[in-house]
């Protein structure tokens, strides 16, 4: 057997082992978002690519025969782990699909606001309240500029929108709601993120059921779009 056979020898043998190794494959989703990749278990634990981590916010750097990983959330008060996606990428945290469709500049009772389109689905069997399914008062939104900065919407009239539509609405399985959600115009350049702080408390005790993830809480990169 010369050189160049046996090699293809070891390598069919090295792939026949590792796919009898592999007990299932399973489908990977990083923040919210489905990838291309998959997961597989072995052993009866589960692995995942580095590109997974990389996506993240890990470094993970490959020498020799070790591999290293490195990486934290990011600080500051208006940081949180979330789900994240650009404009027009639905975002699921297993109990509610949502997306941004659009950021503007625009006028509200007079007032020079940034507007945010927001699209609402519930993705569960039951008619949710939505103050009892995850969401929060006014307070739980917050537009984040390039440099840091944040704005709330801490005016009722300007919120009346969301409240009407989305929070203090009963929304049946499957259905879908749109709100405008307006922030103070304080400043030109436009906003670059829209943050959505979810409550993880009383969706338990009032309908039983549970988020999908430990970080229900939505991020929209508003400066990109799917």
């Known amino acids: 057997m010369n050189s160049r ?3 293809w020898v070891v390598v069919g043998a090295l792939g026949l082992v590792l796919a009898q190794a592999v007990q299932r494959q399973l489908n990977l989703v990083v923040n919210g978002q489905a990838q291309s990749s998959k997961a597989i278990v072995v052993g009866g634990q589960t692995y995942v690519p580095l590109s997974a981590l990389r996506a993240l916010g890990v470094t993970a750097a ?6 290293s990983l490195s990486g934290s959330l990011a600080g500051g008060a208006d940081q949180r782990a ?6 027009n990428e639905w975002l699921f945290n297993g109990i509610w699909r949502a997306r941004a469709t659009k950021v503007e500049p625009t006028e509200v009772n007079g ?9 609402v689905r519930n993705a569960t069997t039951k008619t949710l309240e ?4 995850g969401f929060k008062d006014l307070s739980s939104l917050t537009l984040a500029f390039a ?4 704005v709330r919407n801490d005016s009722g009239a300007l919120g009346r929108d969301y409240n009407d539509k989305i929070y203090n609405a009963a929304i049946p399985q499957g259905a879908a ?11 030109t350049d436009p906003p670059t993120k829209l943050l959505i702080e979810m409550d993880t408390n009383n969706i338990k005790q009032k ?7 430990p970080n229900p809480s939505l991020r929209f990169k508003l400066d990109c779009s799917r």
Request: net charge negative; hydrophobic share 45%; with cysteine.
């Open 177 to 187: 709601v749109t709100a405008q959600l307006n922030f103070p115009q304080s400043r």
């Open 111 to 119: 007032l020079k606001v940034w507007a945010v389109t927001l699209e």
């Open 207 to 213: 309908y039983n059921l549970t988020f999908n993830t």
């Open 5 to 7: 056979i046996l090699a």
């Open 62 to 67: 490959v020498s020799g025969n070790s591999v």
């Open 147 to 150: 440099d840091g900065a944040t």
């Open 130 to 133: 939505a103050w009892n399914a």
């Open 82 to 87: 979330s789900l994240e996606g650009c404009l």
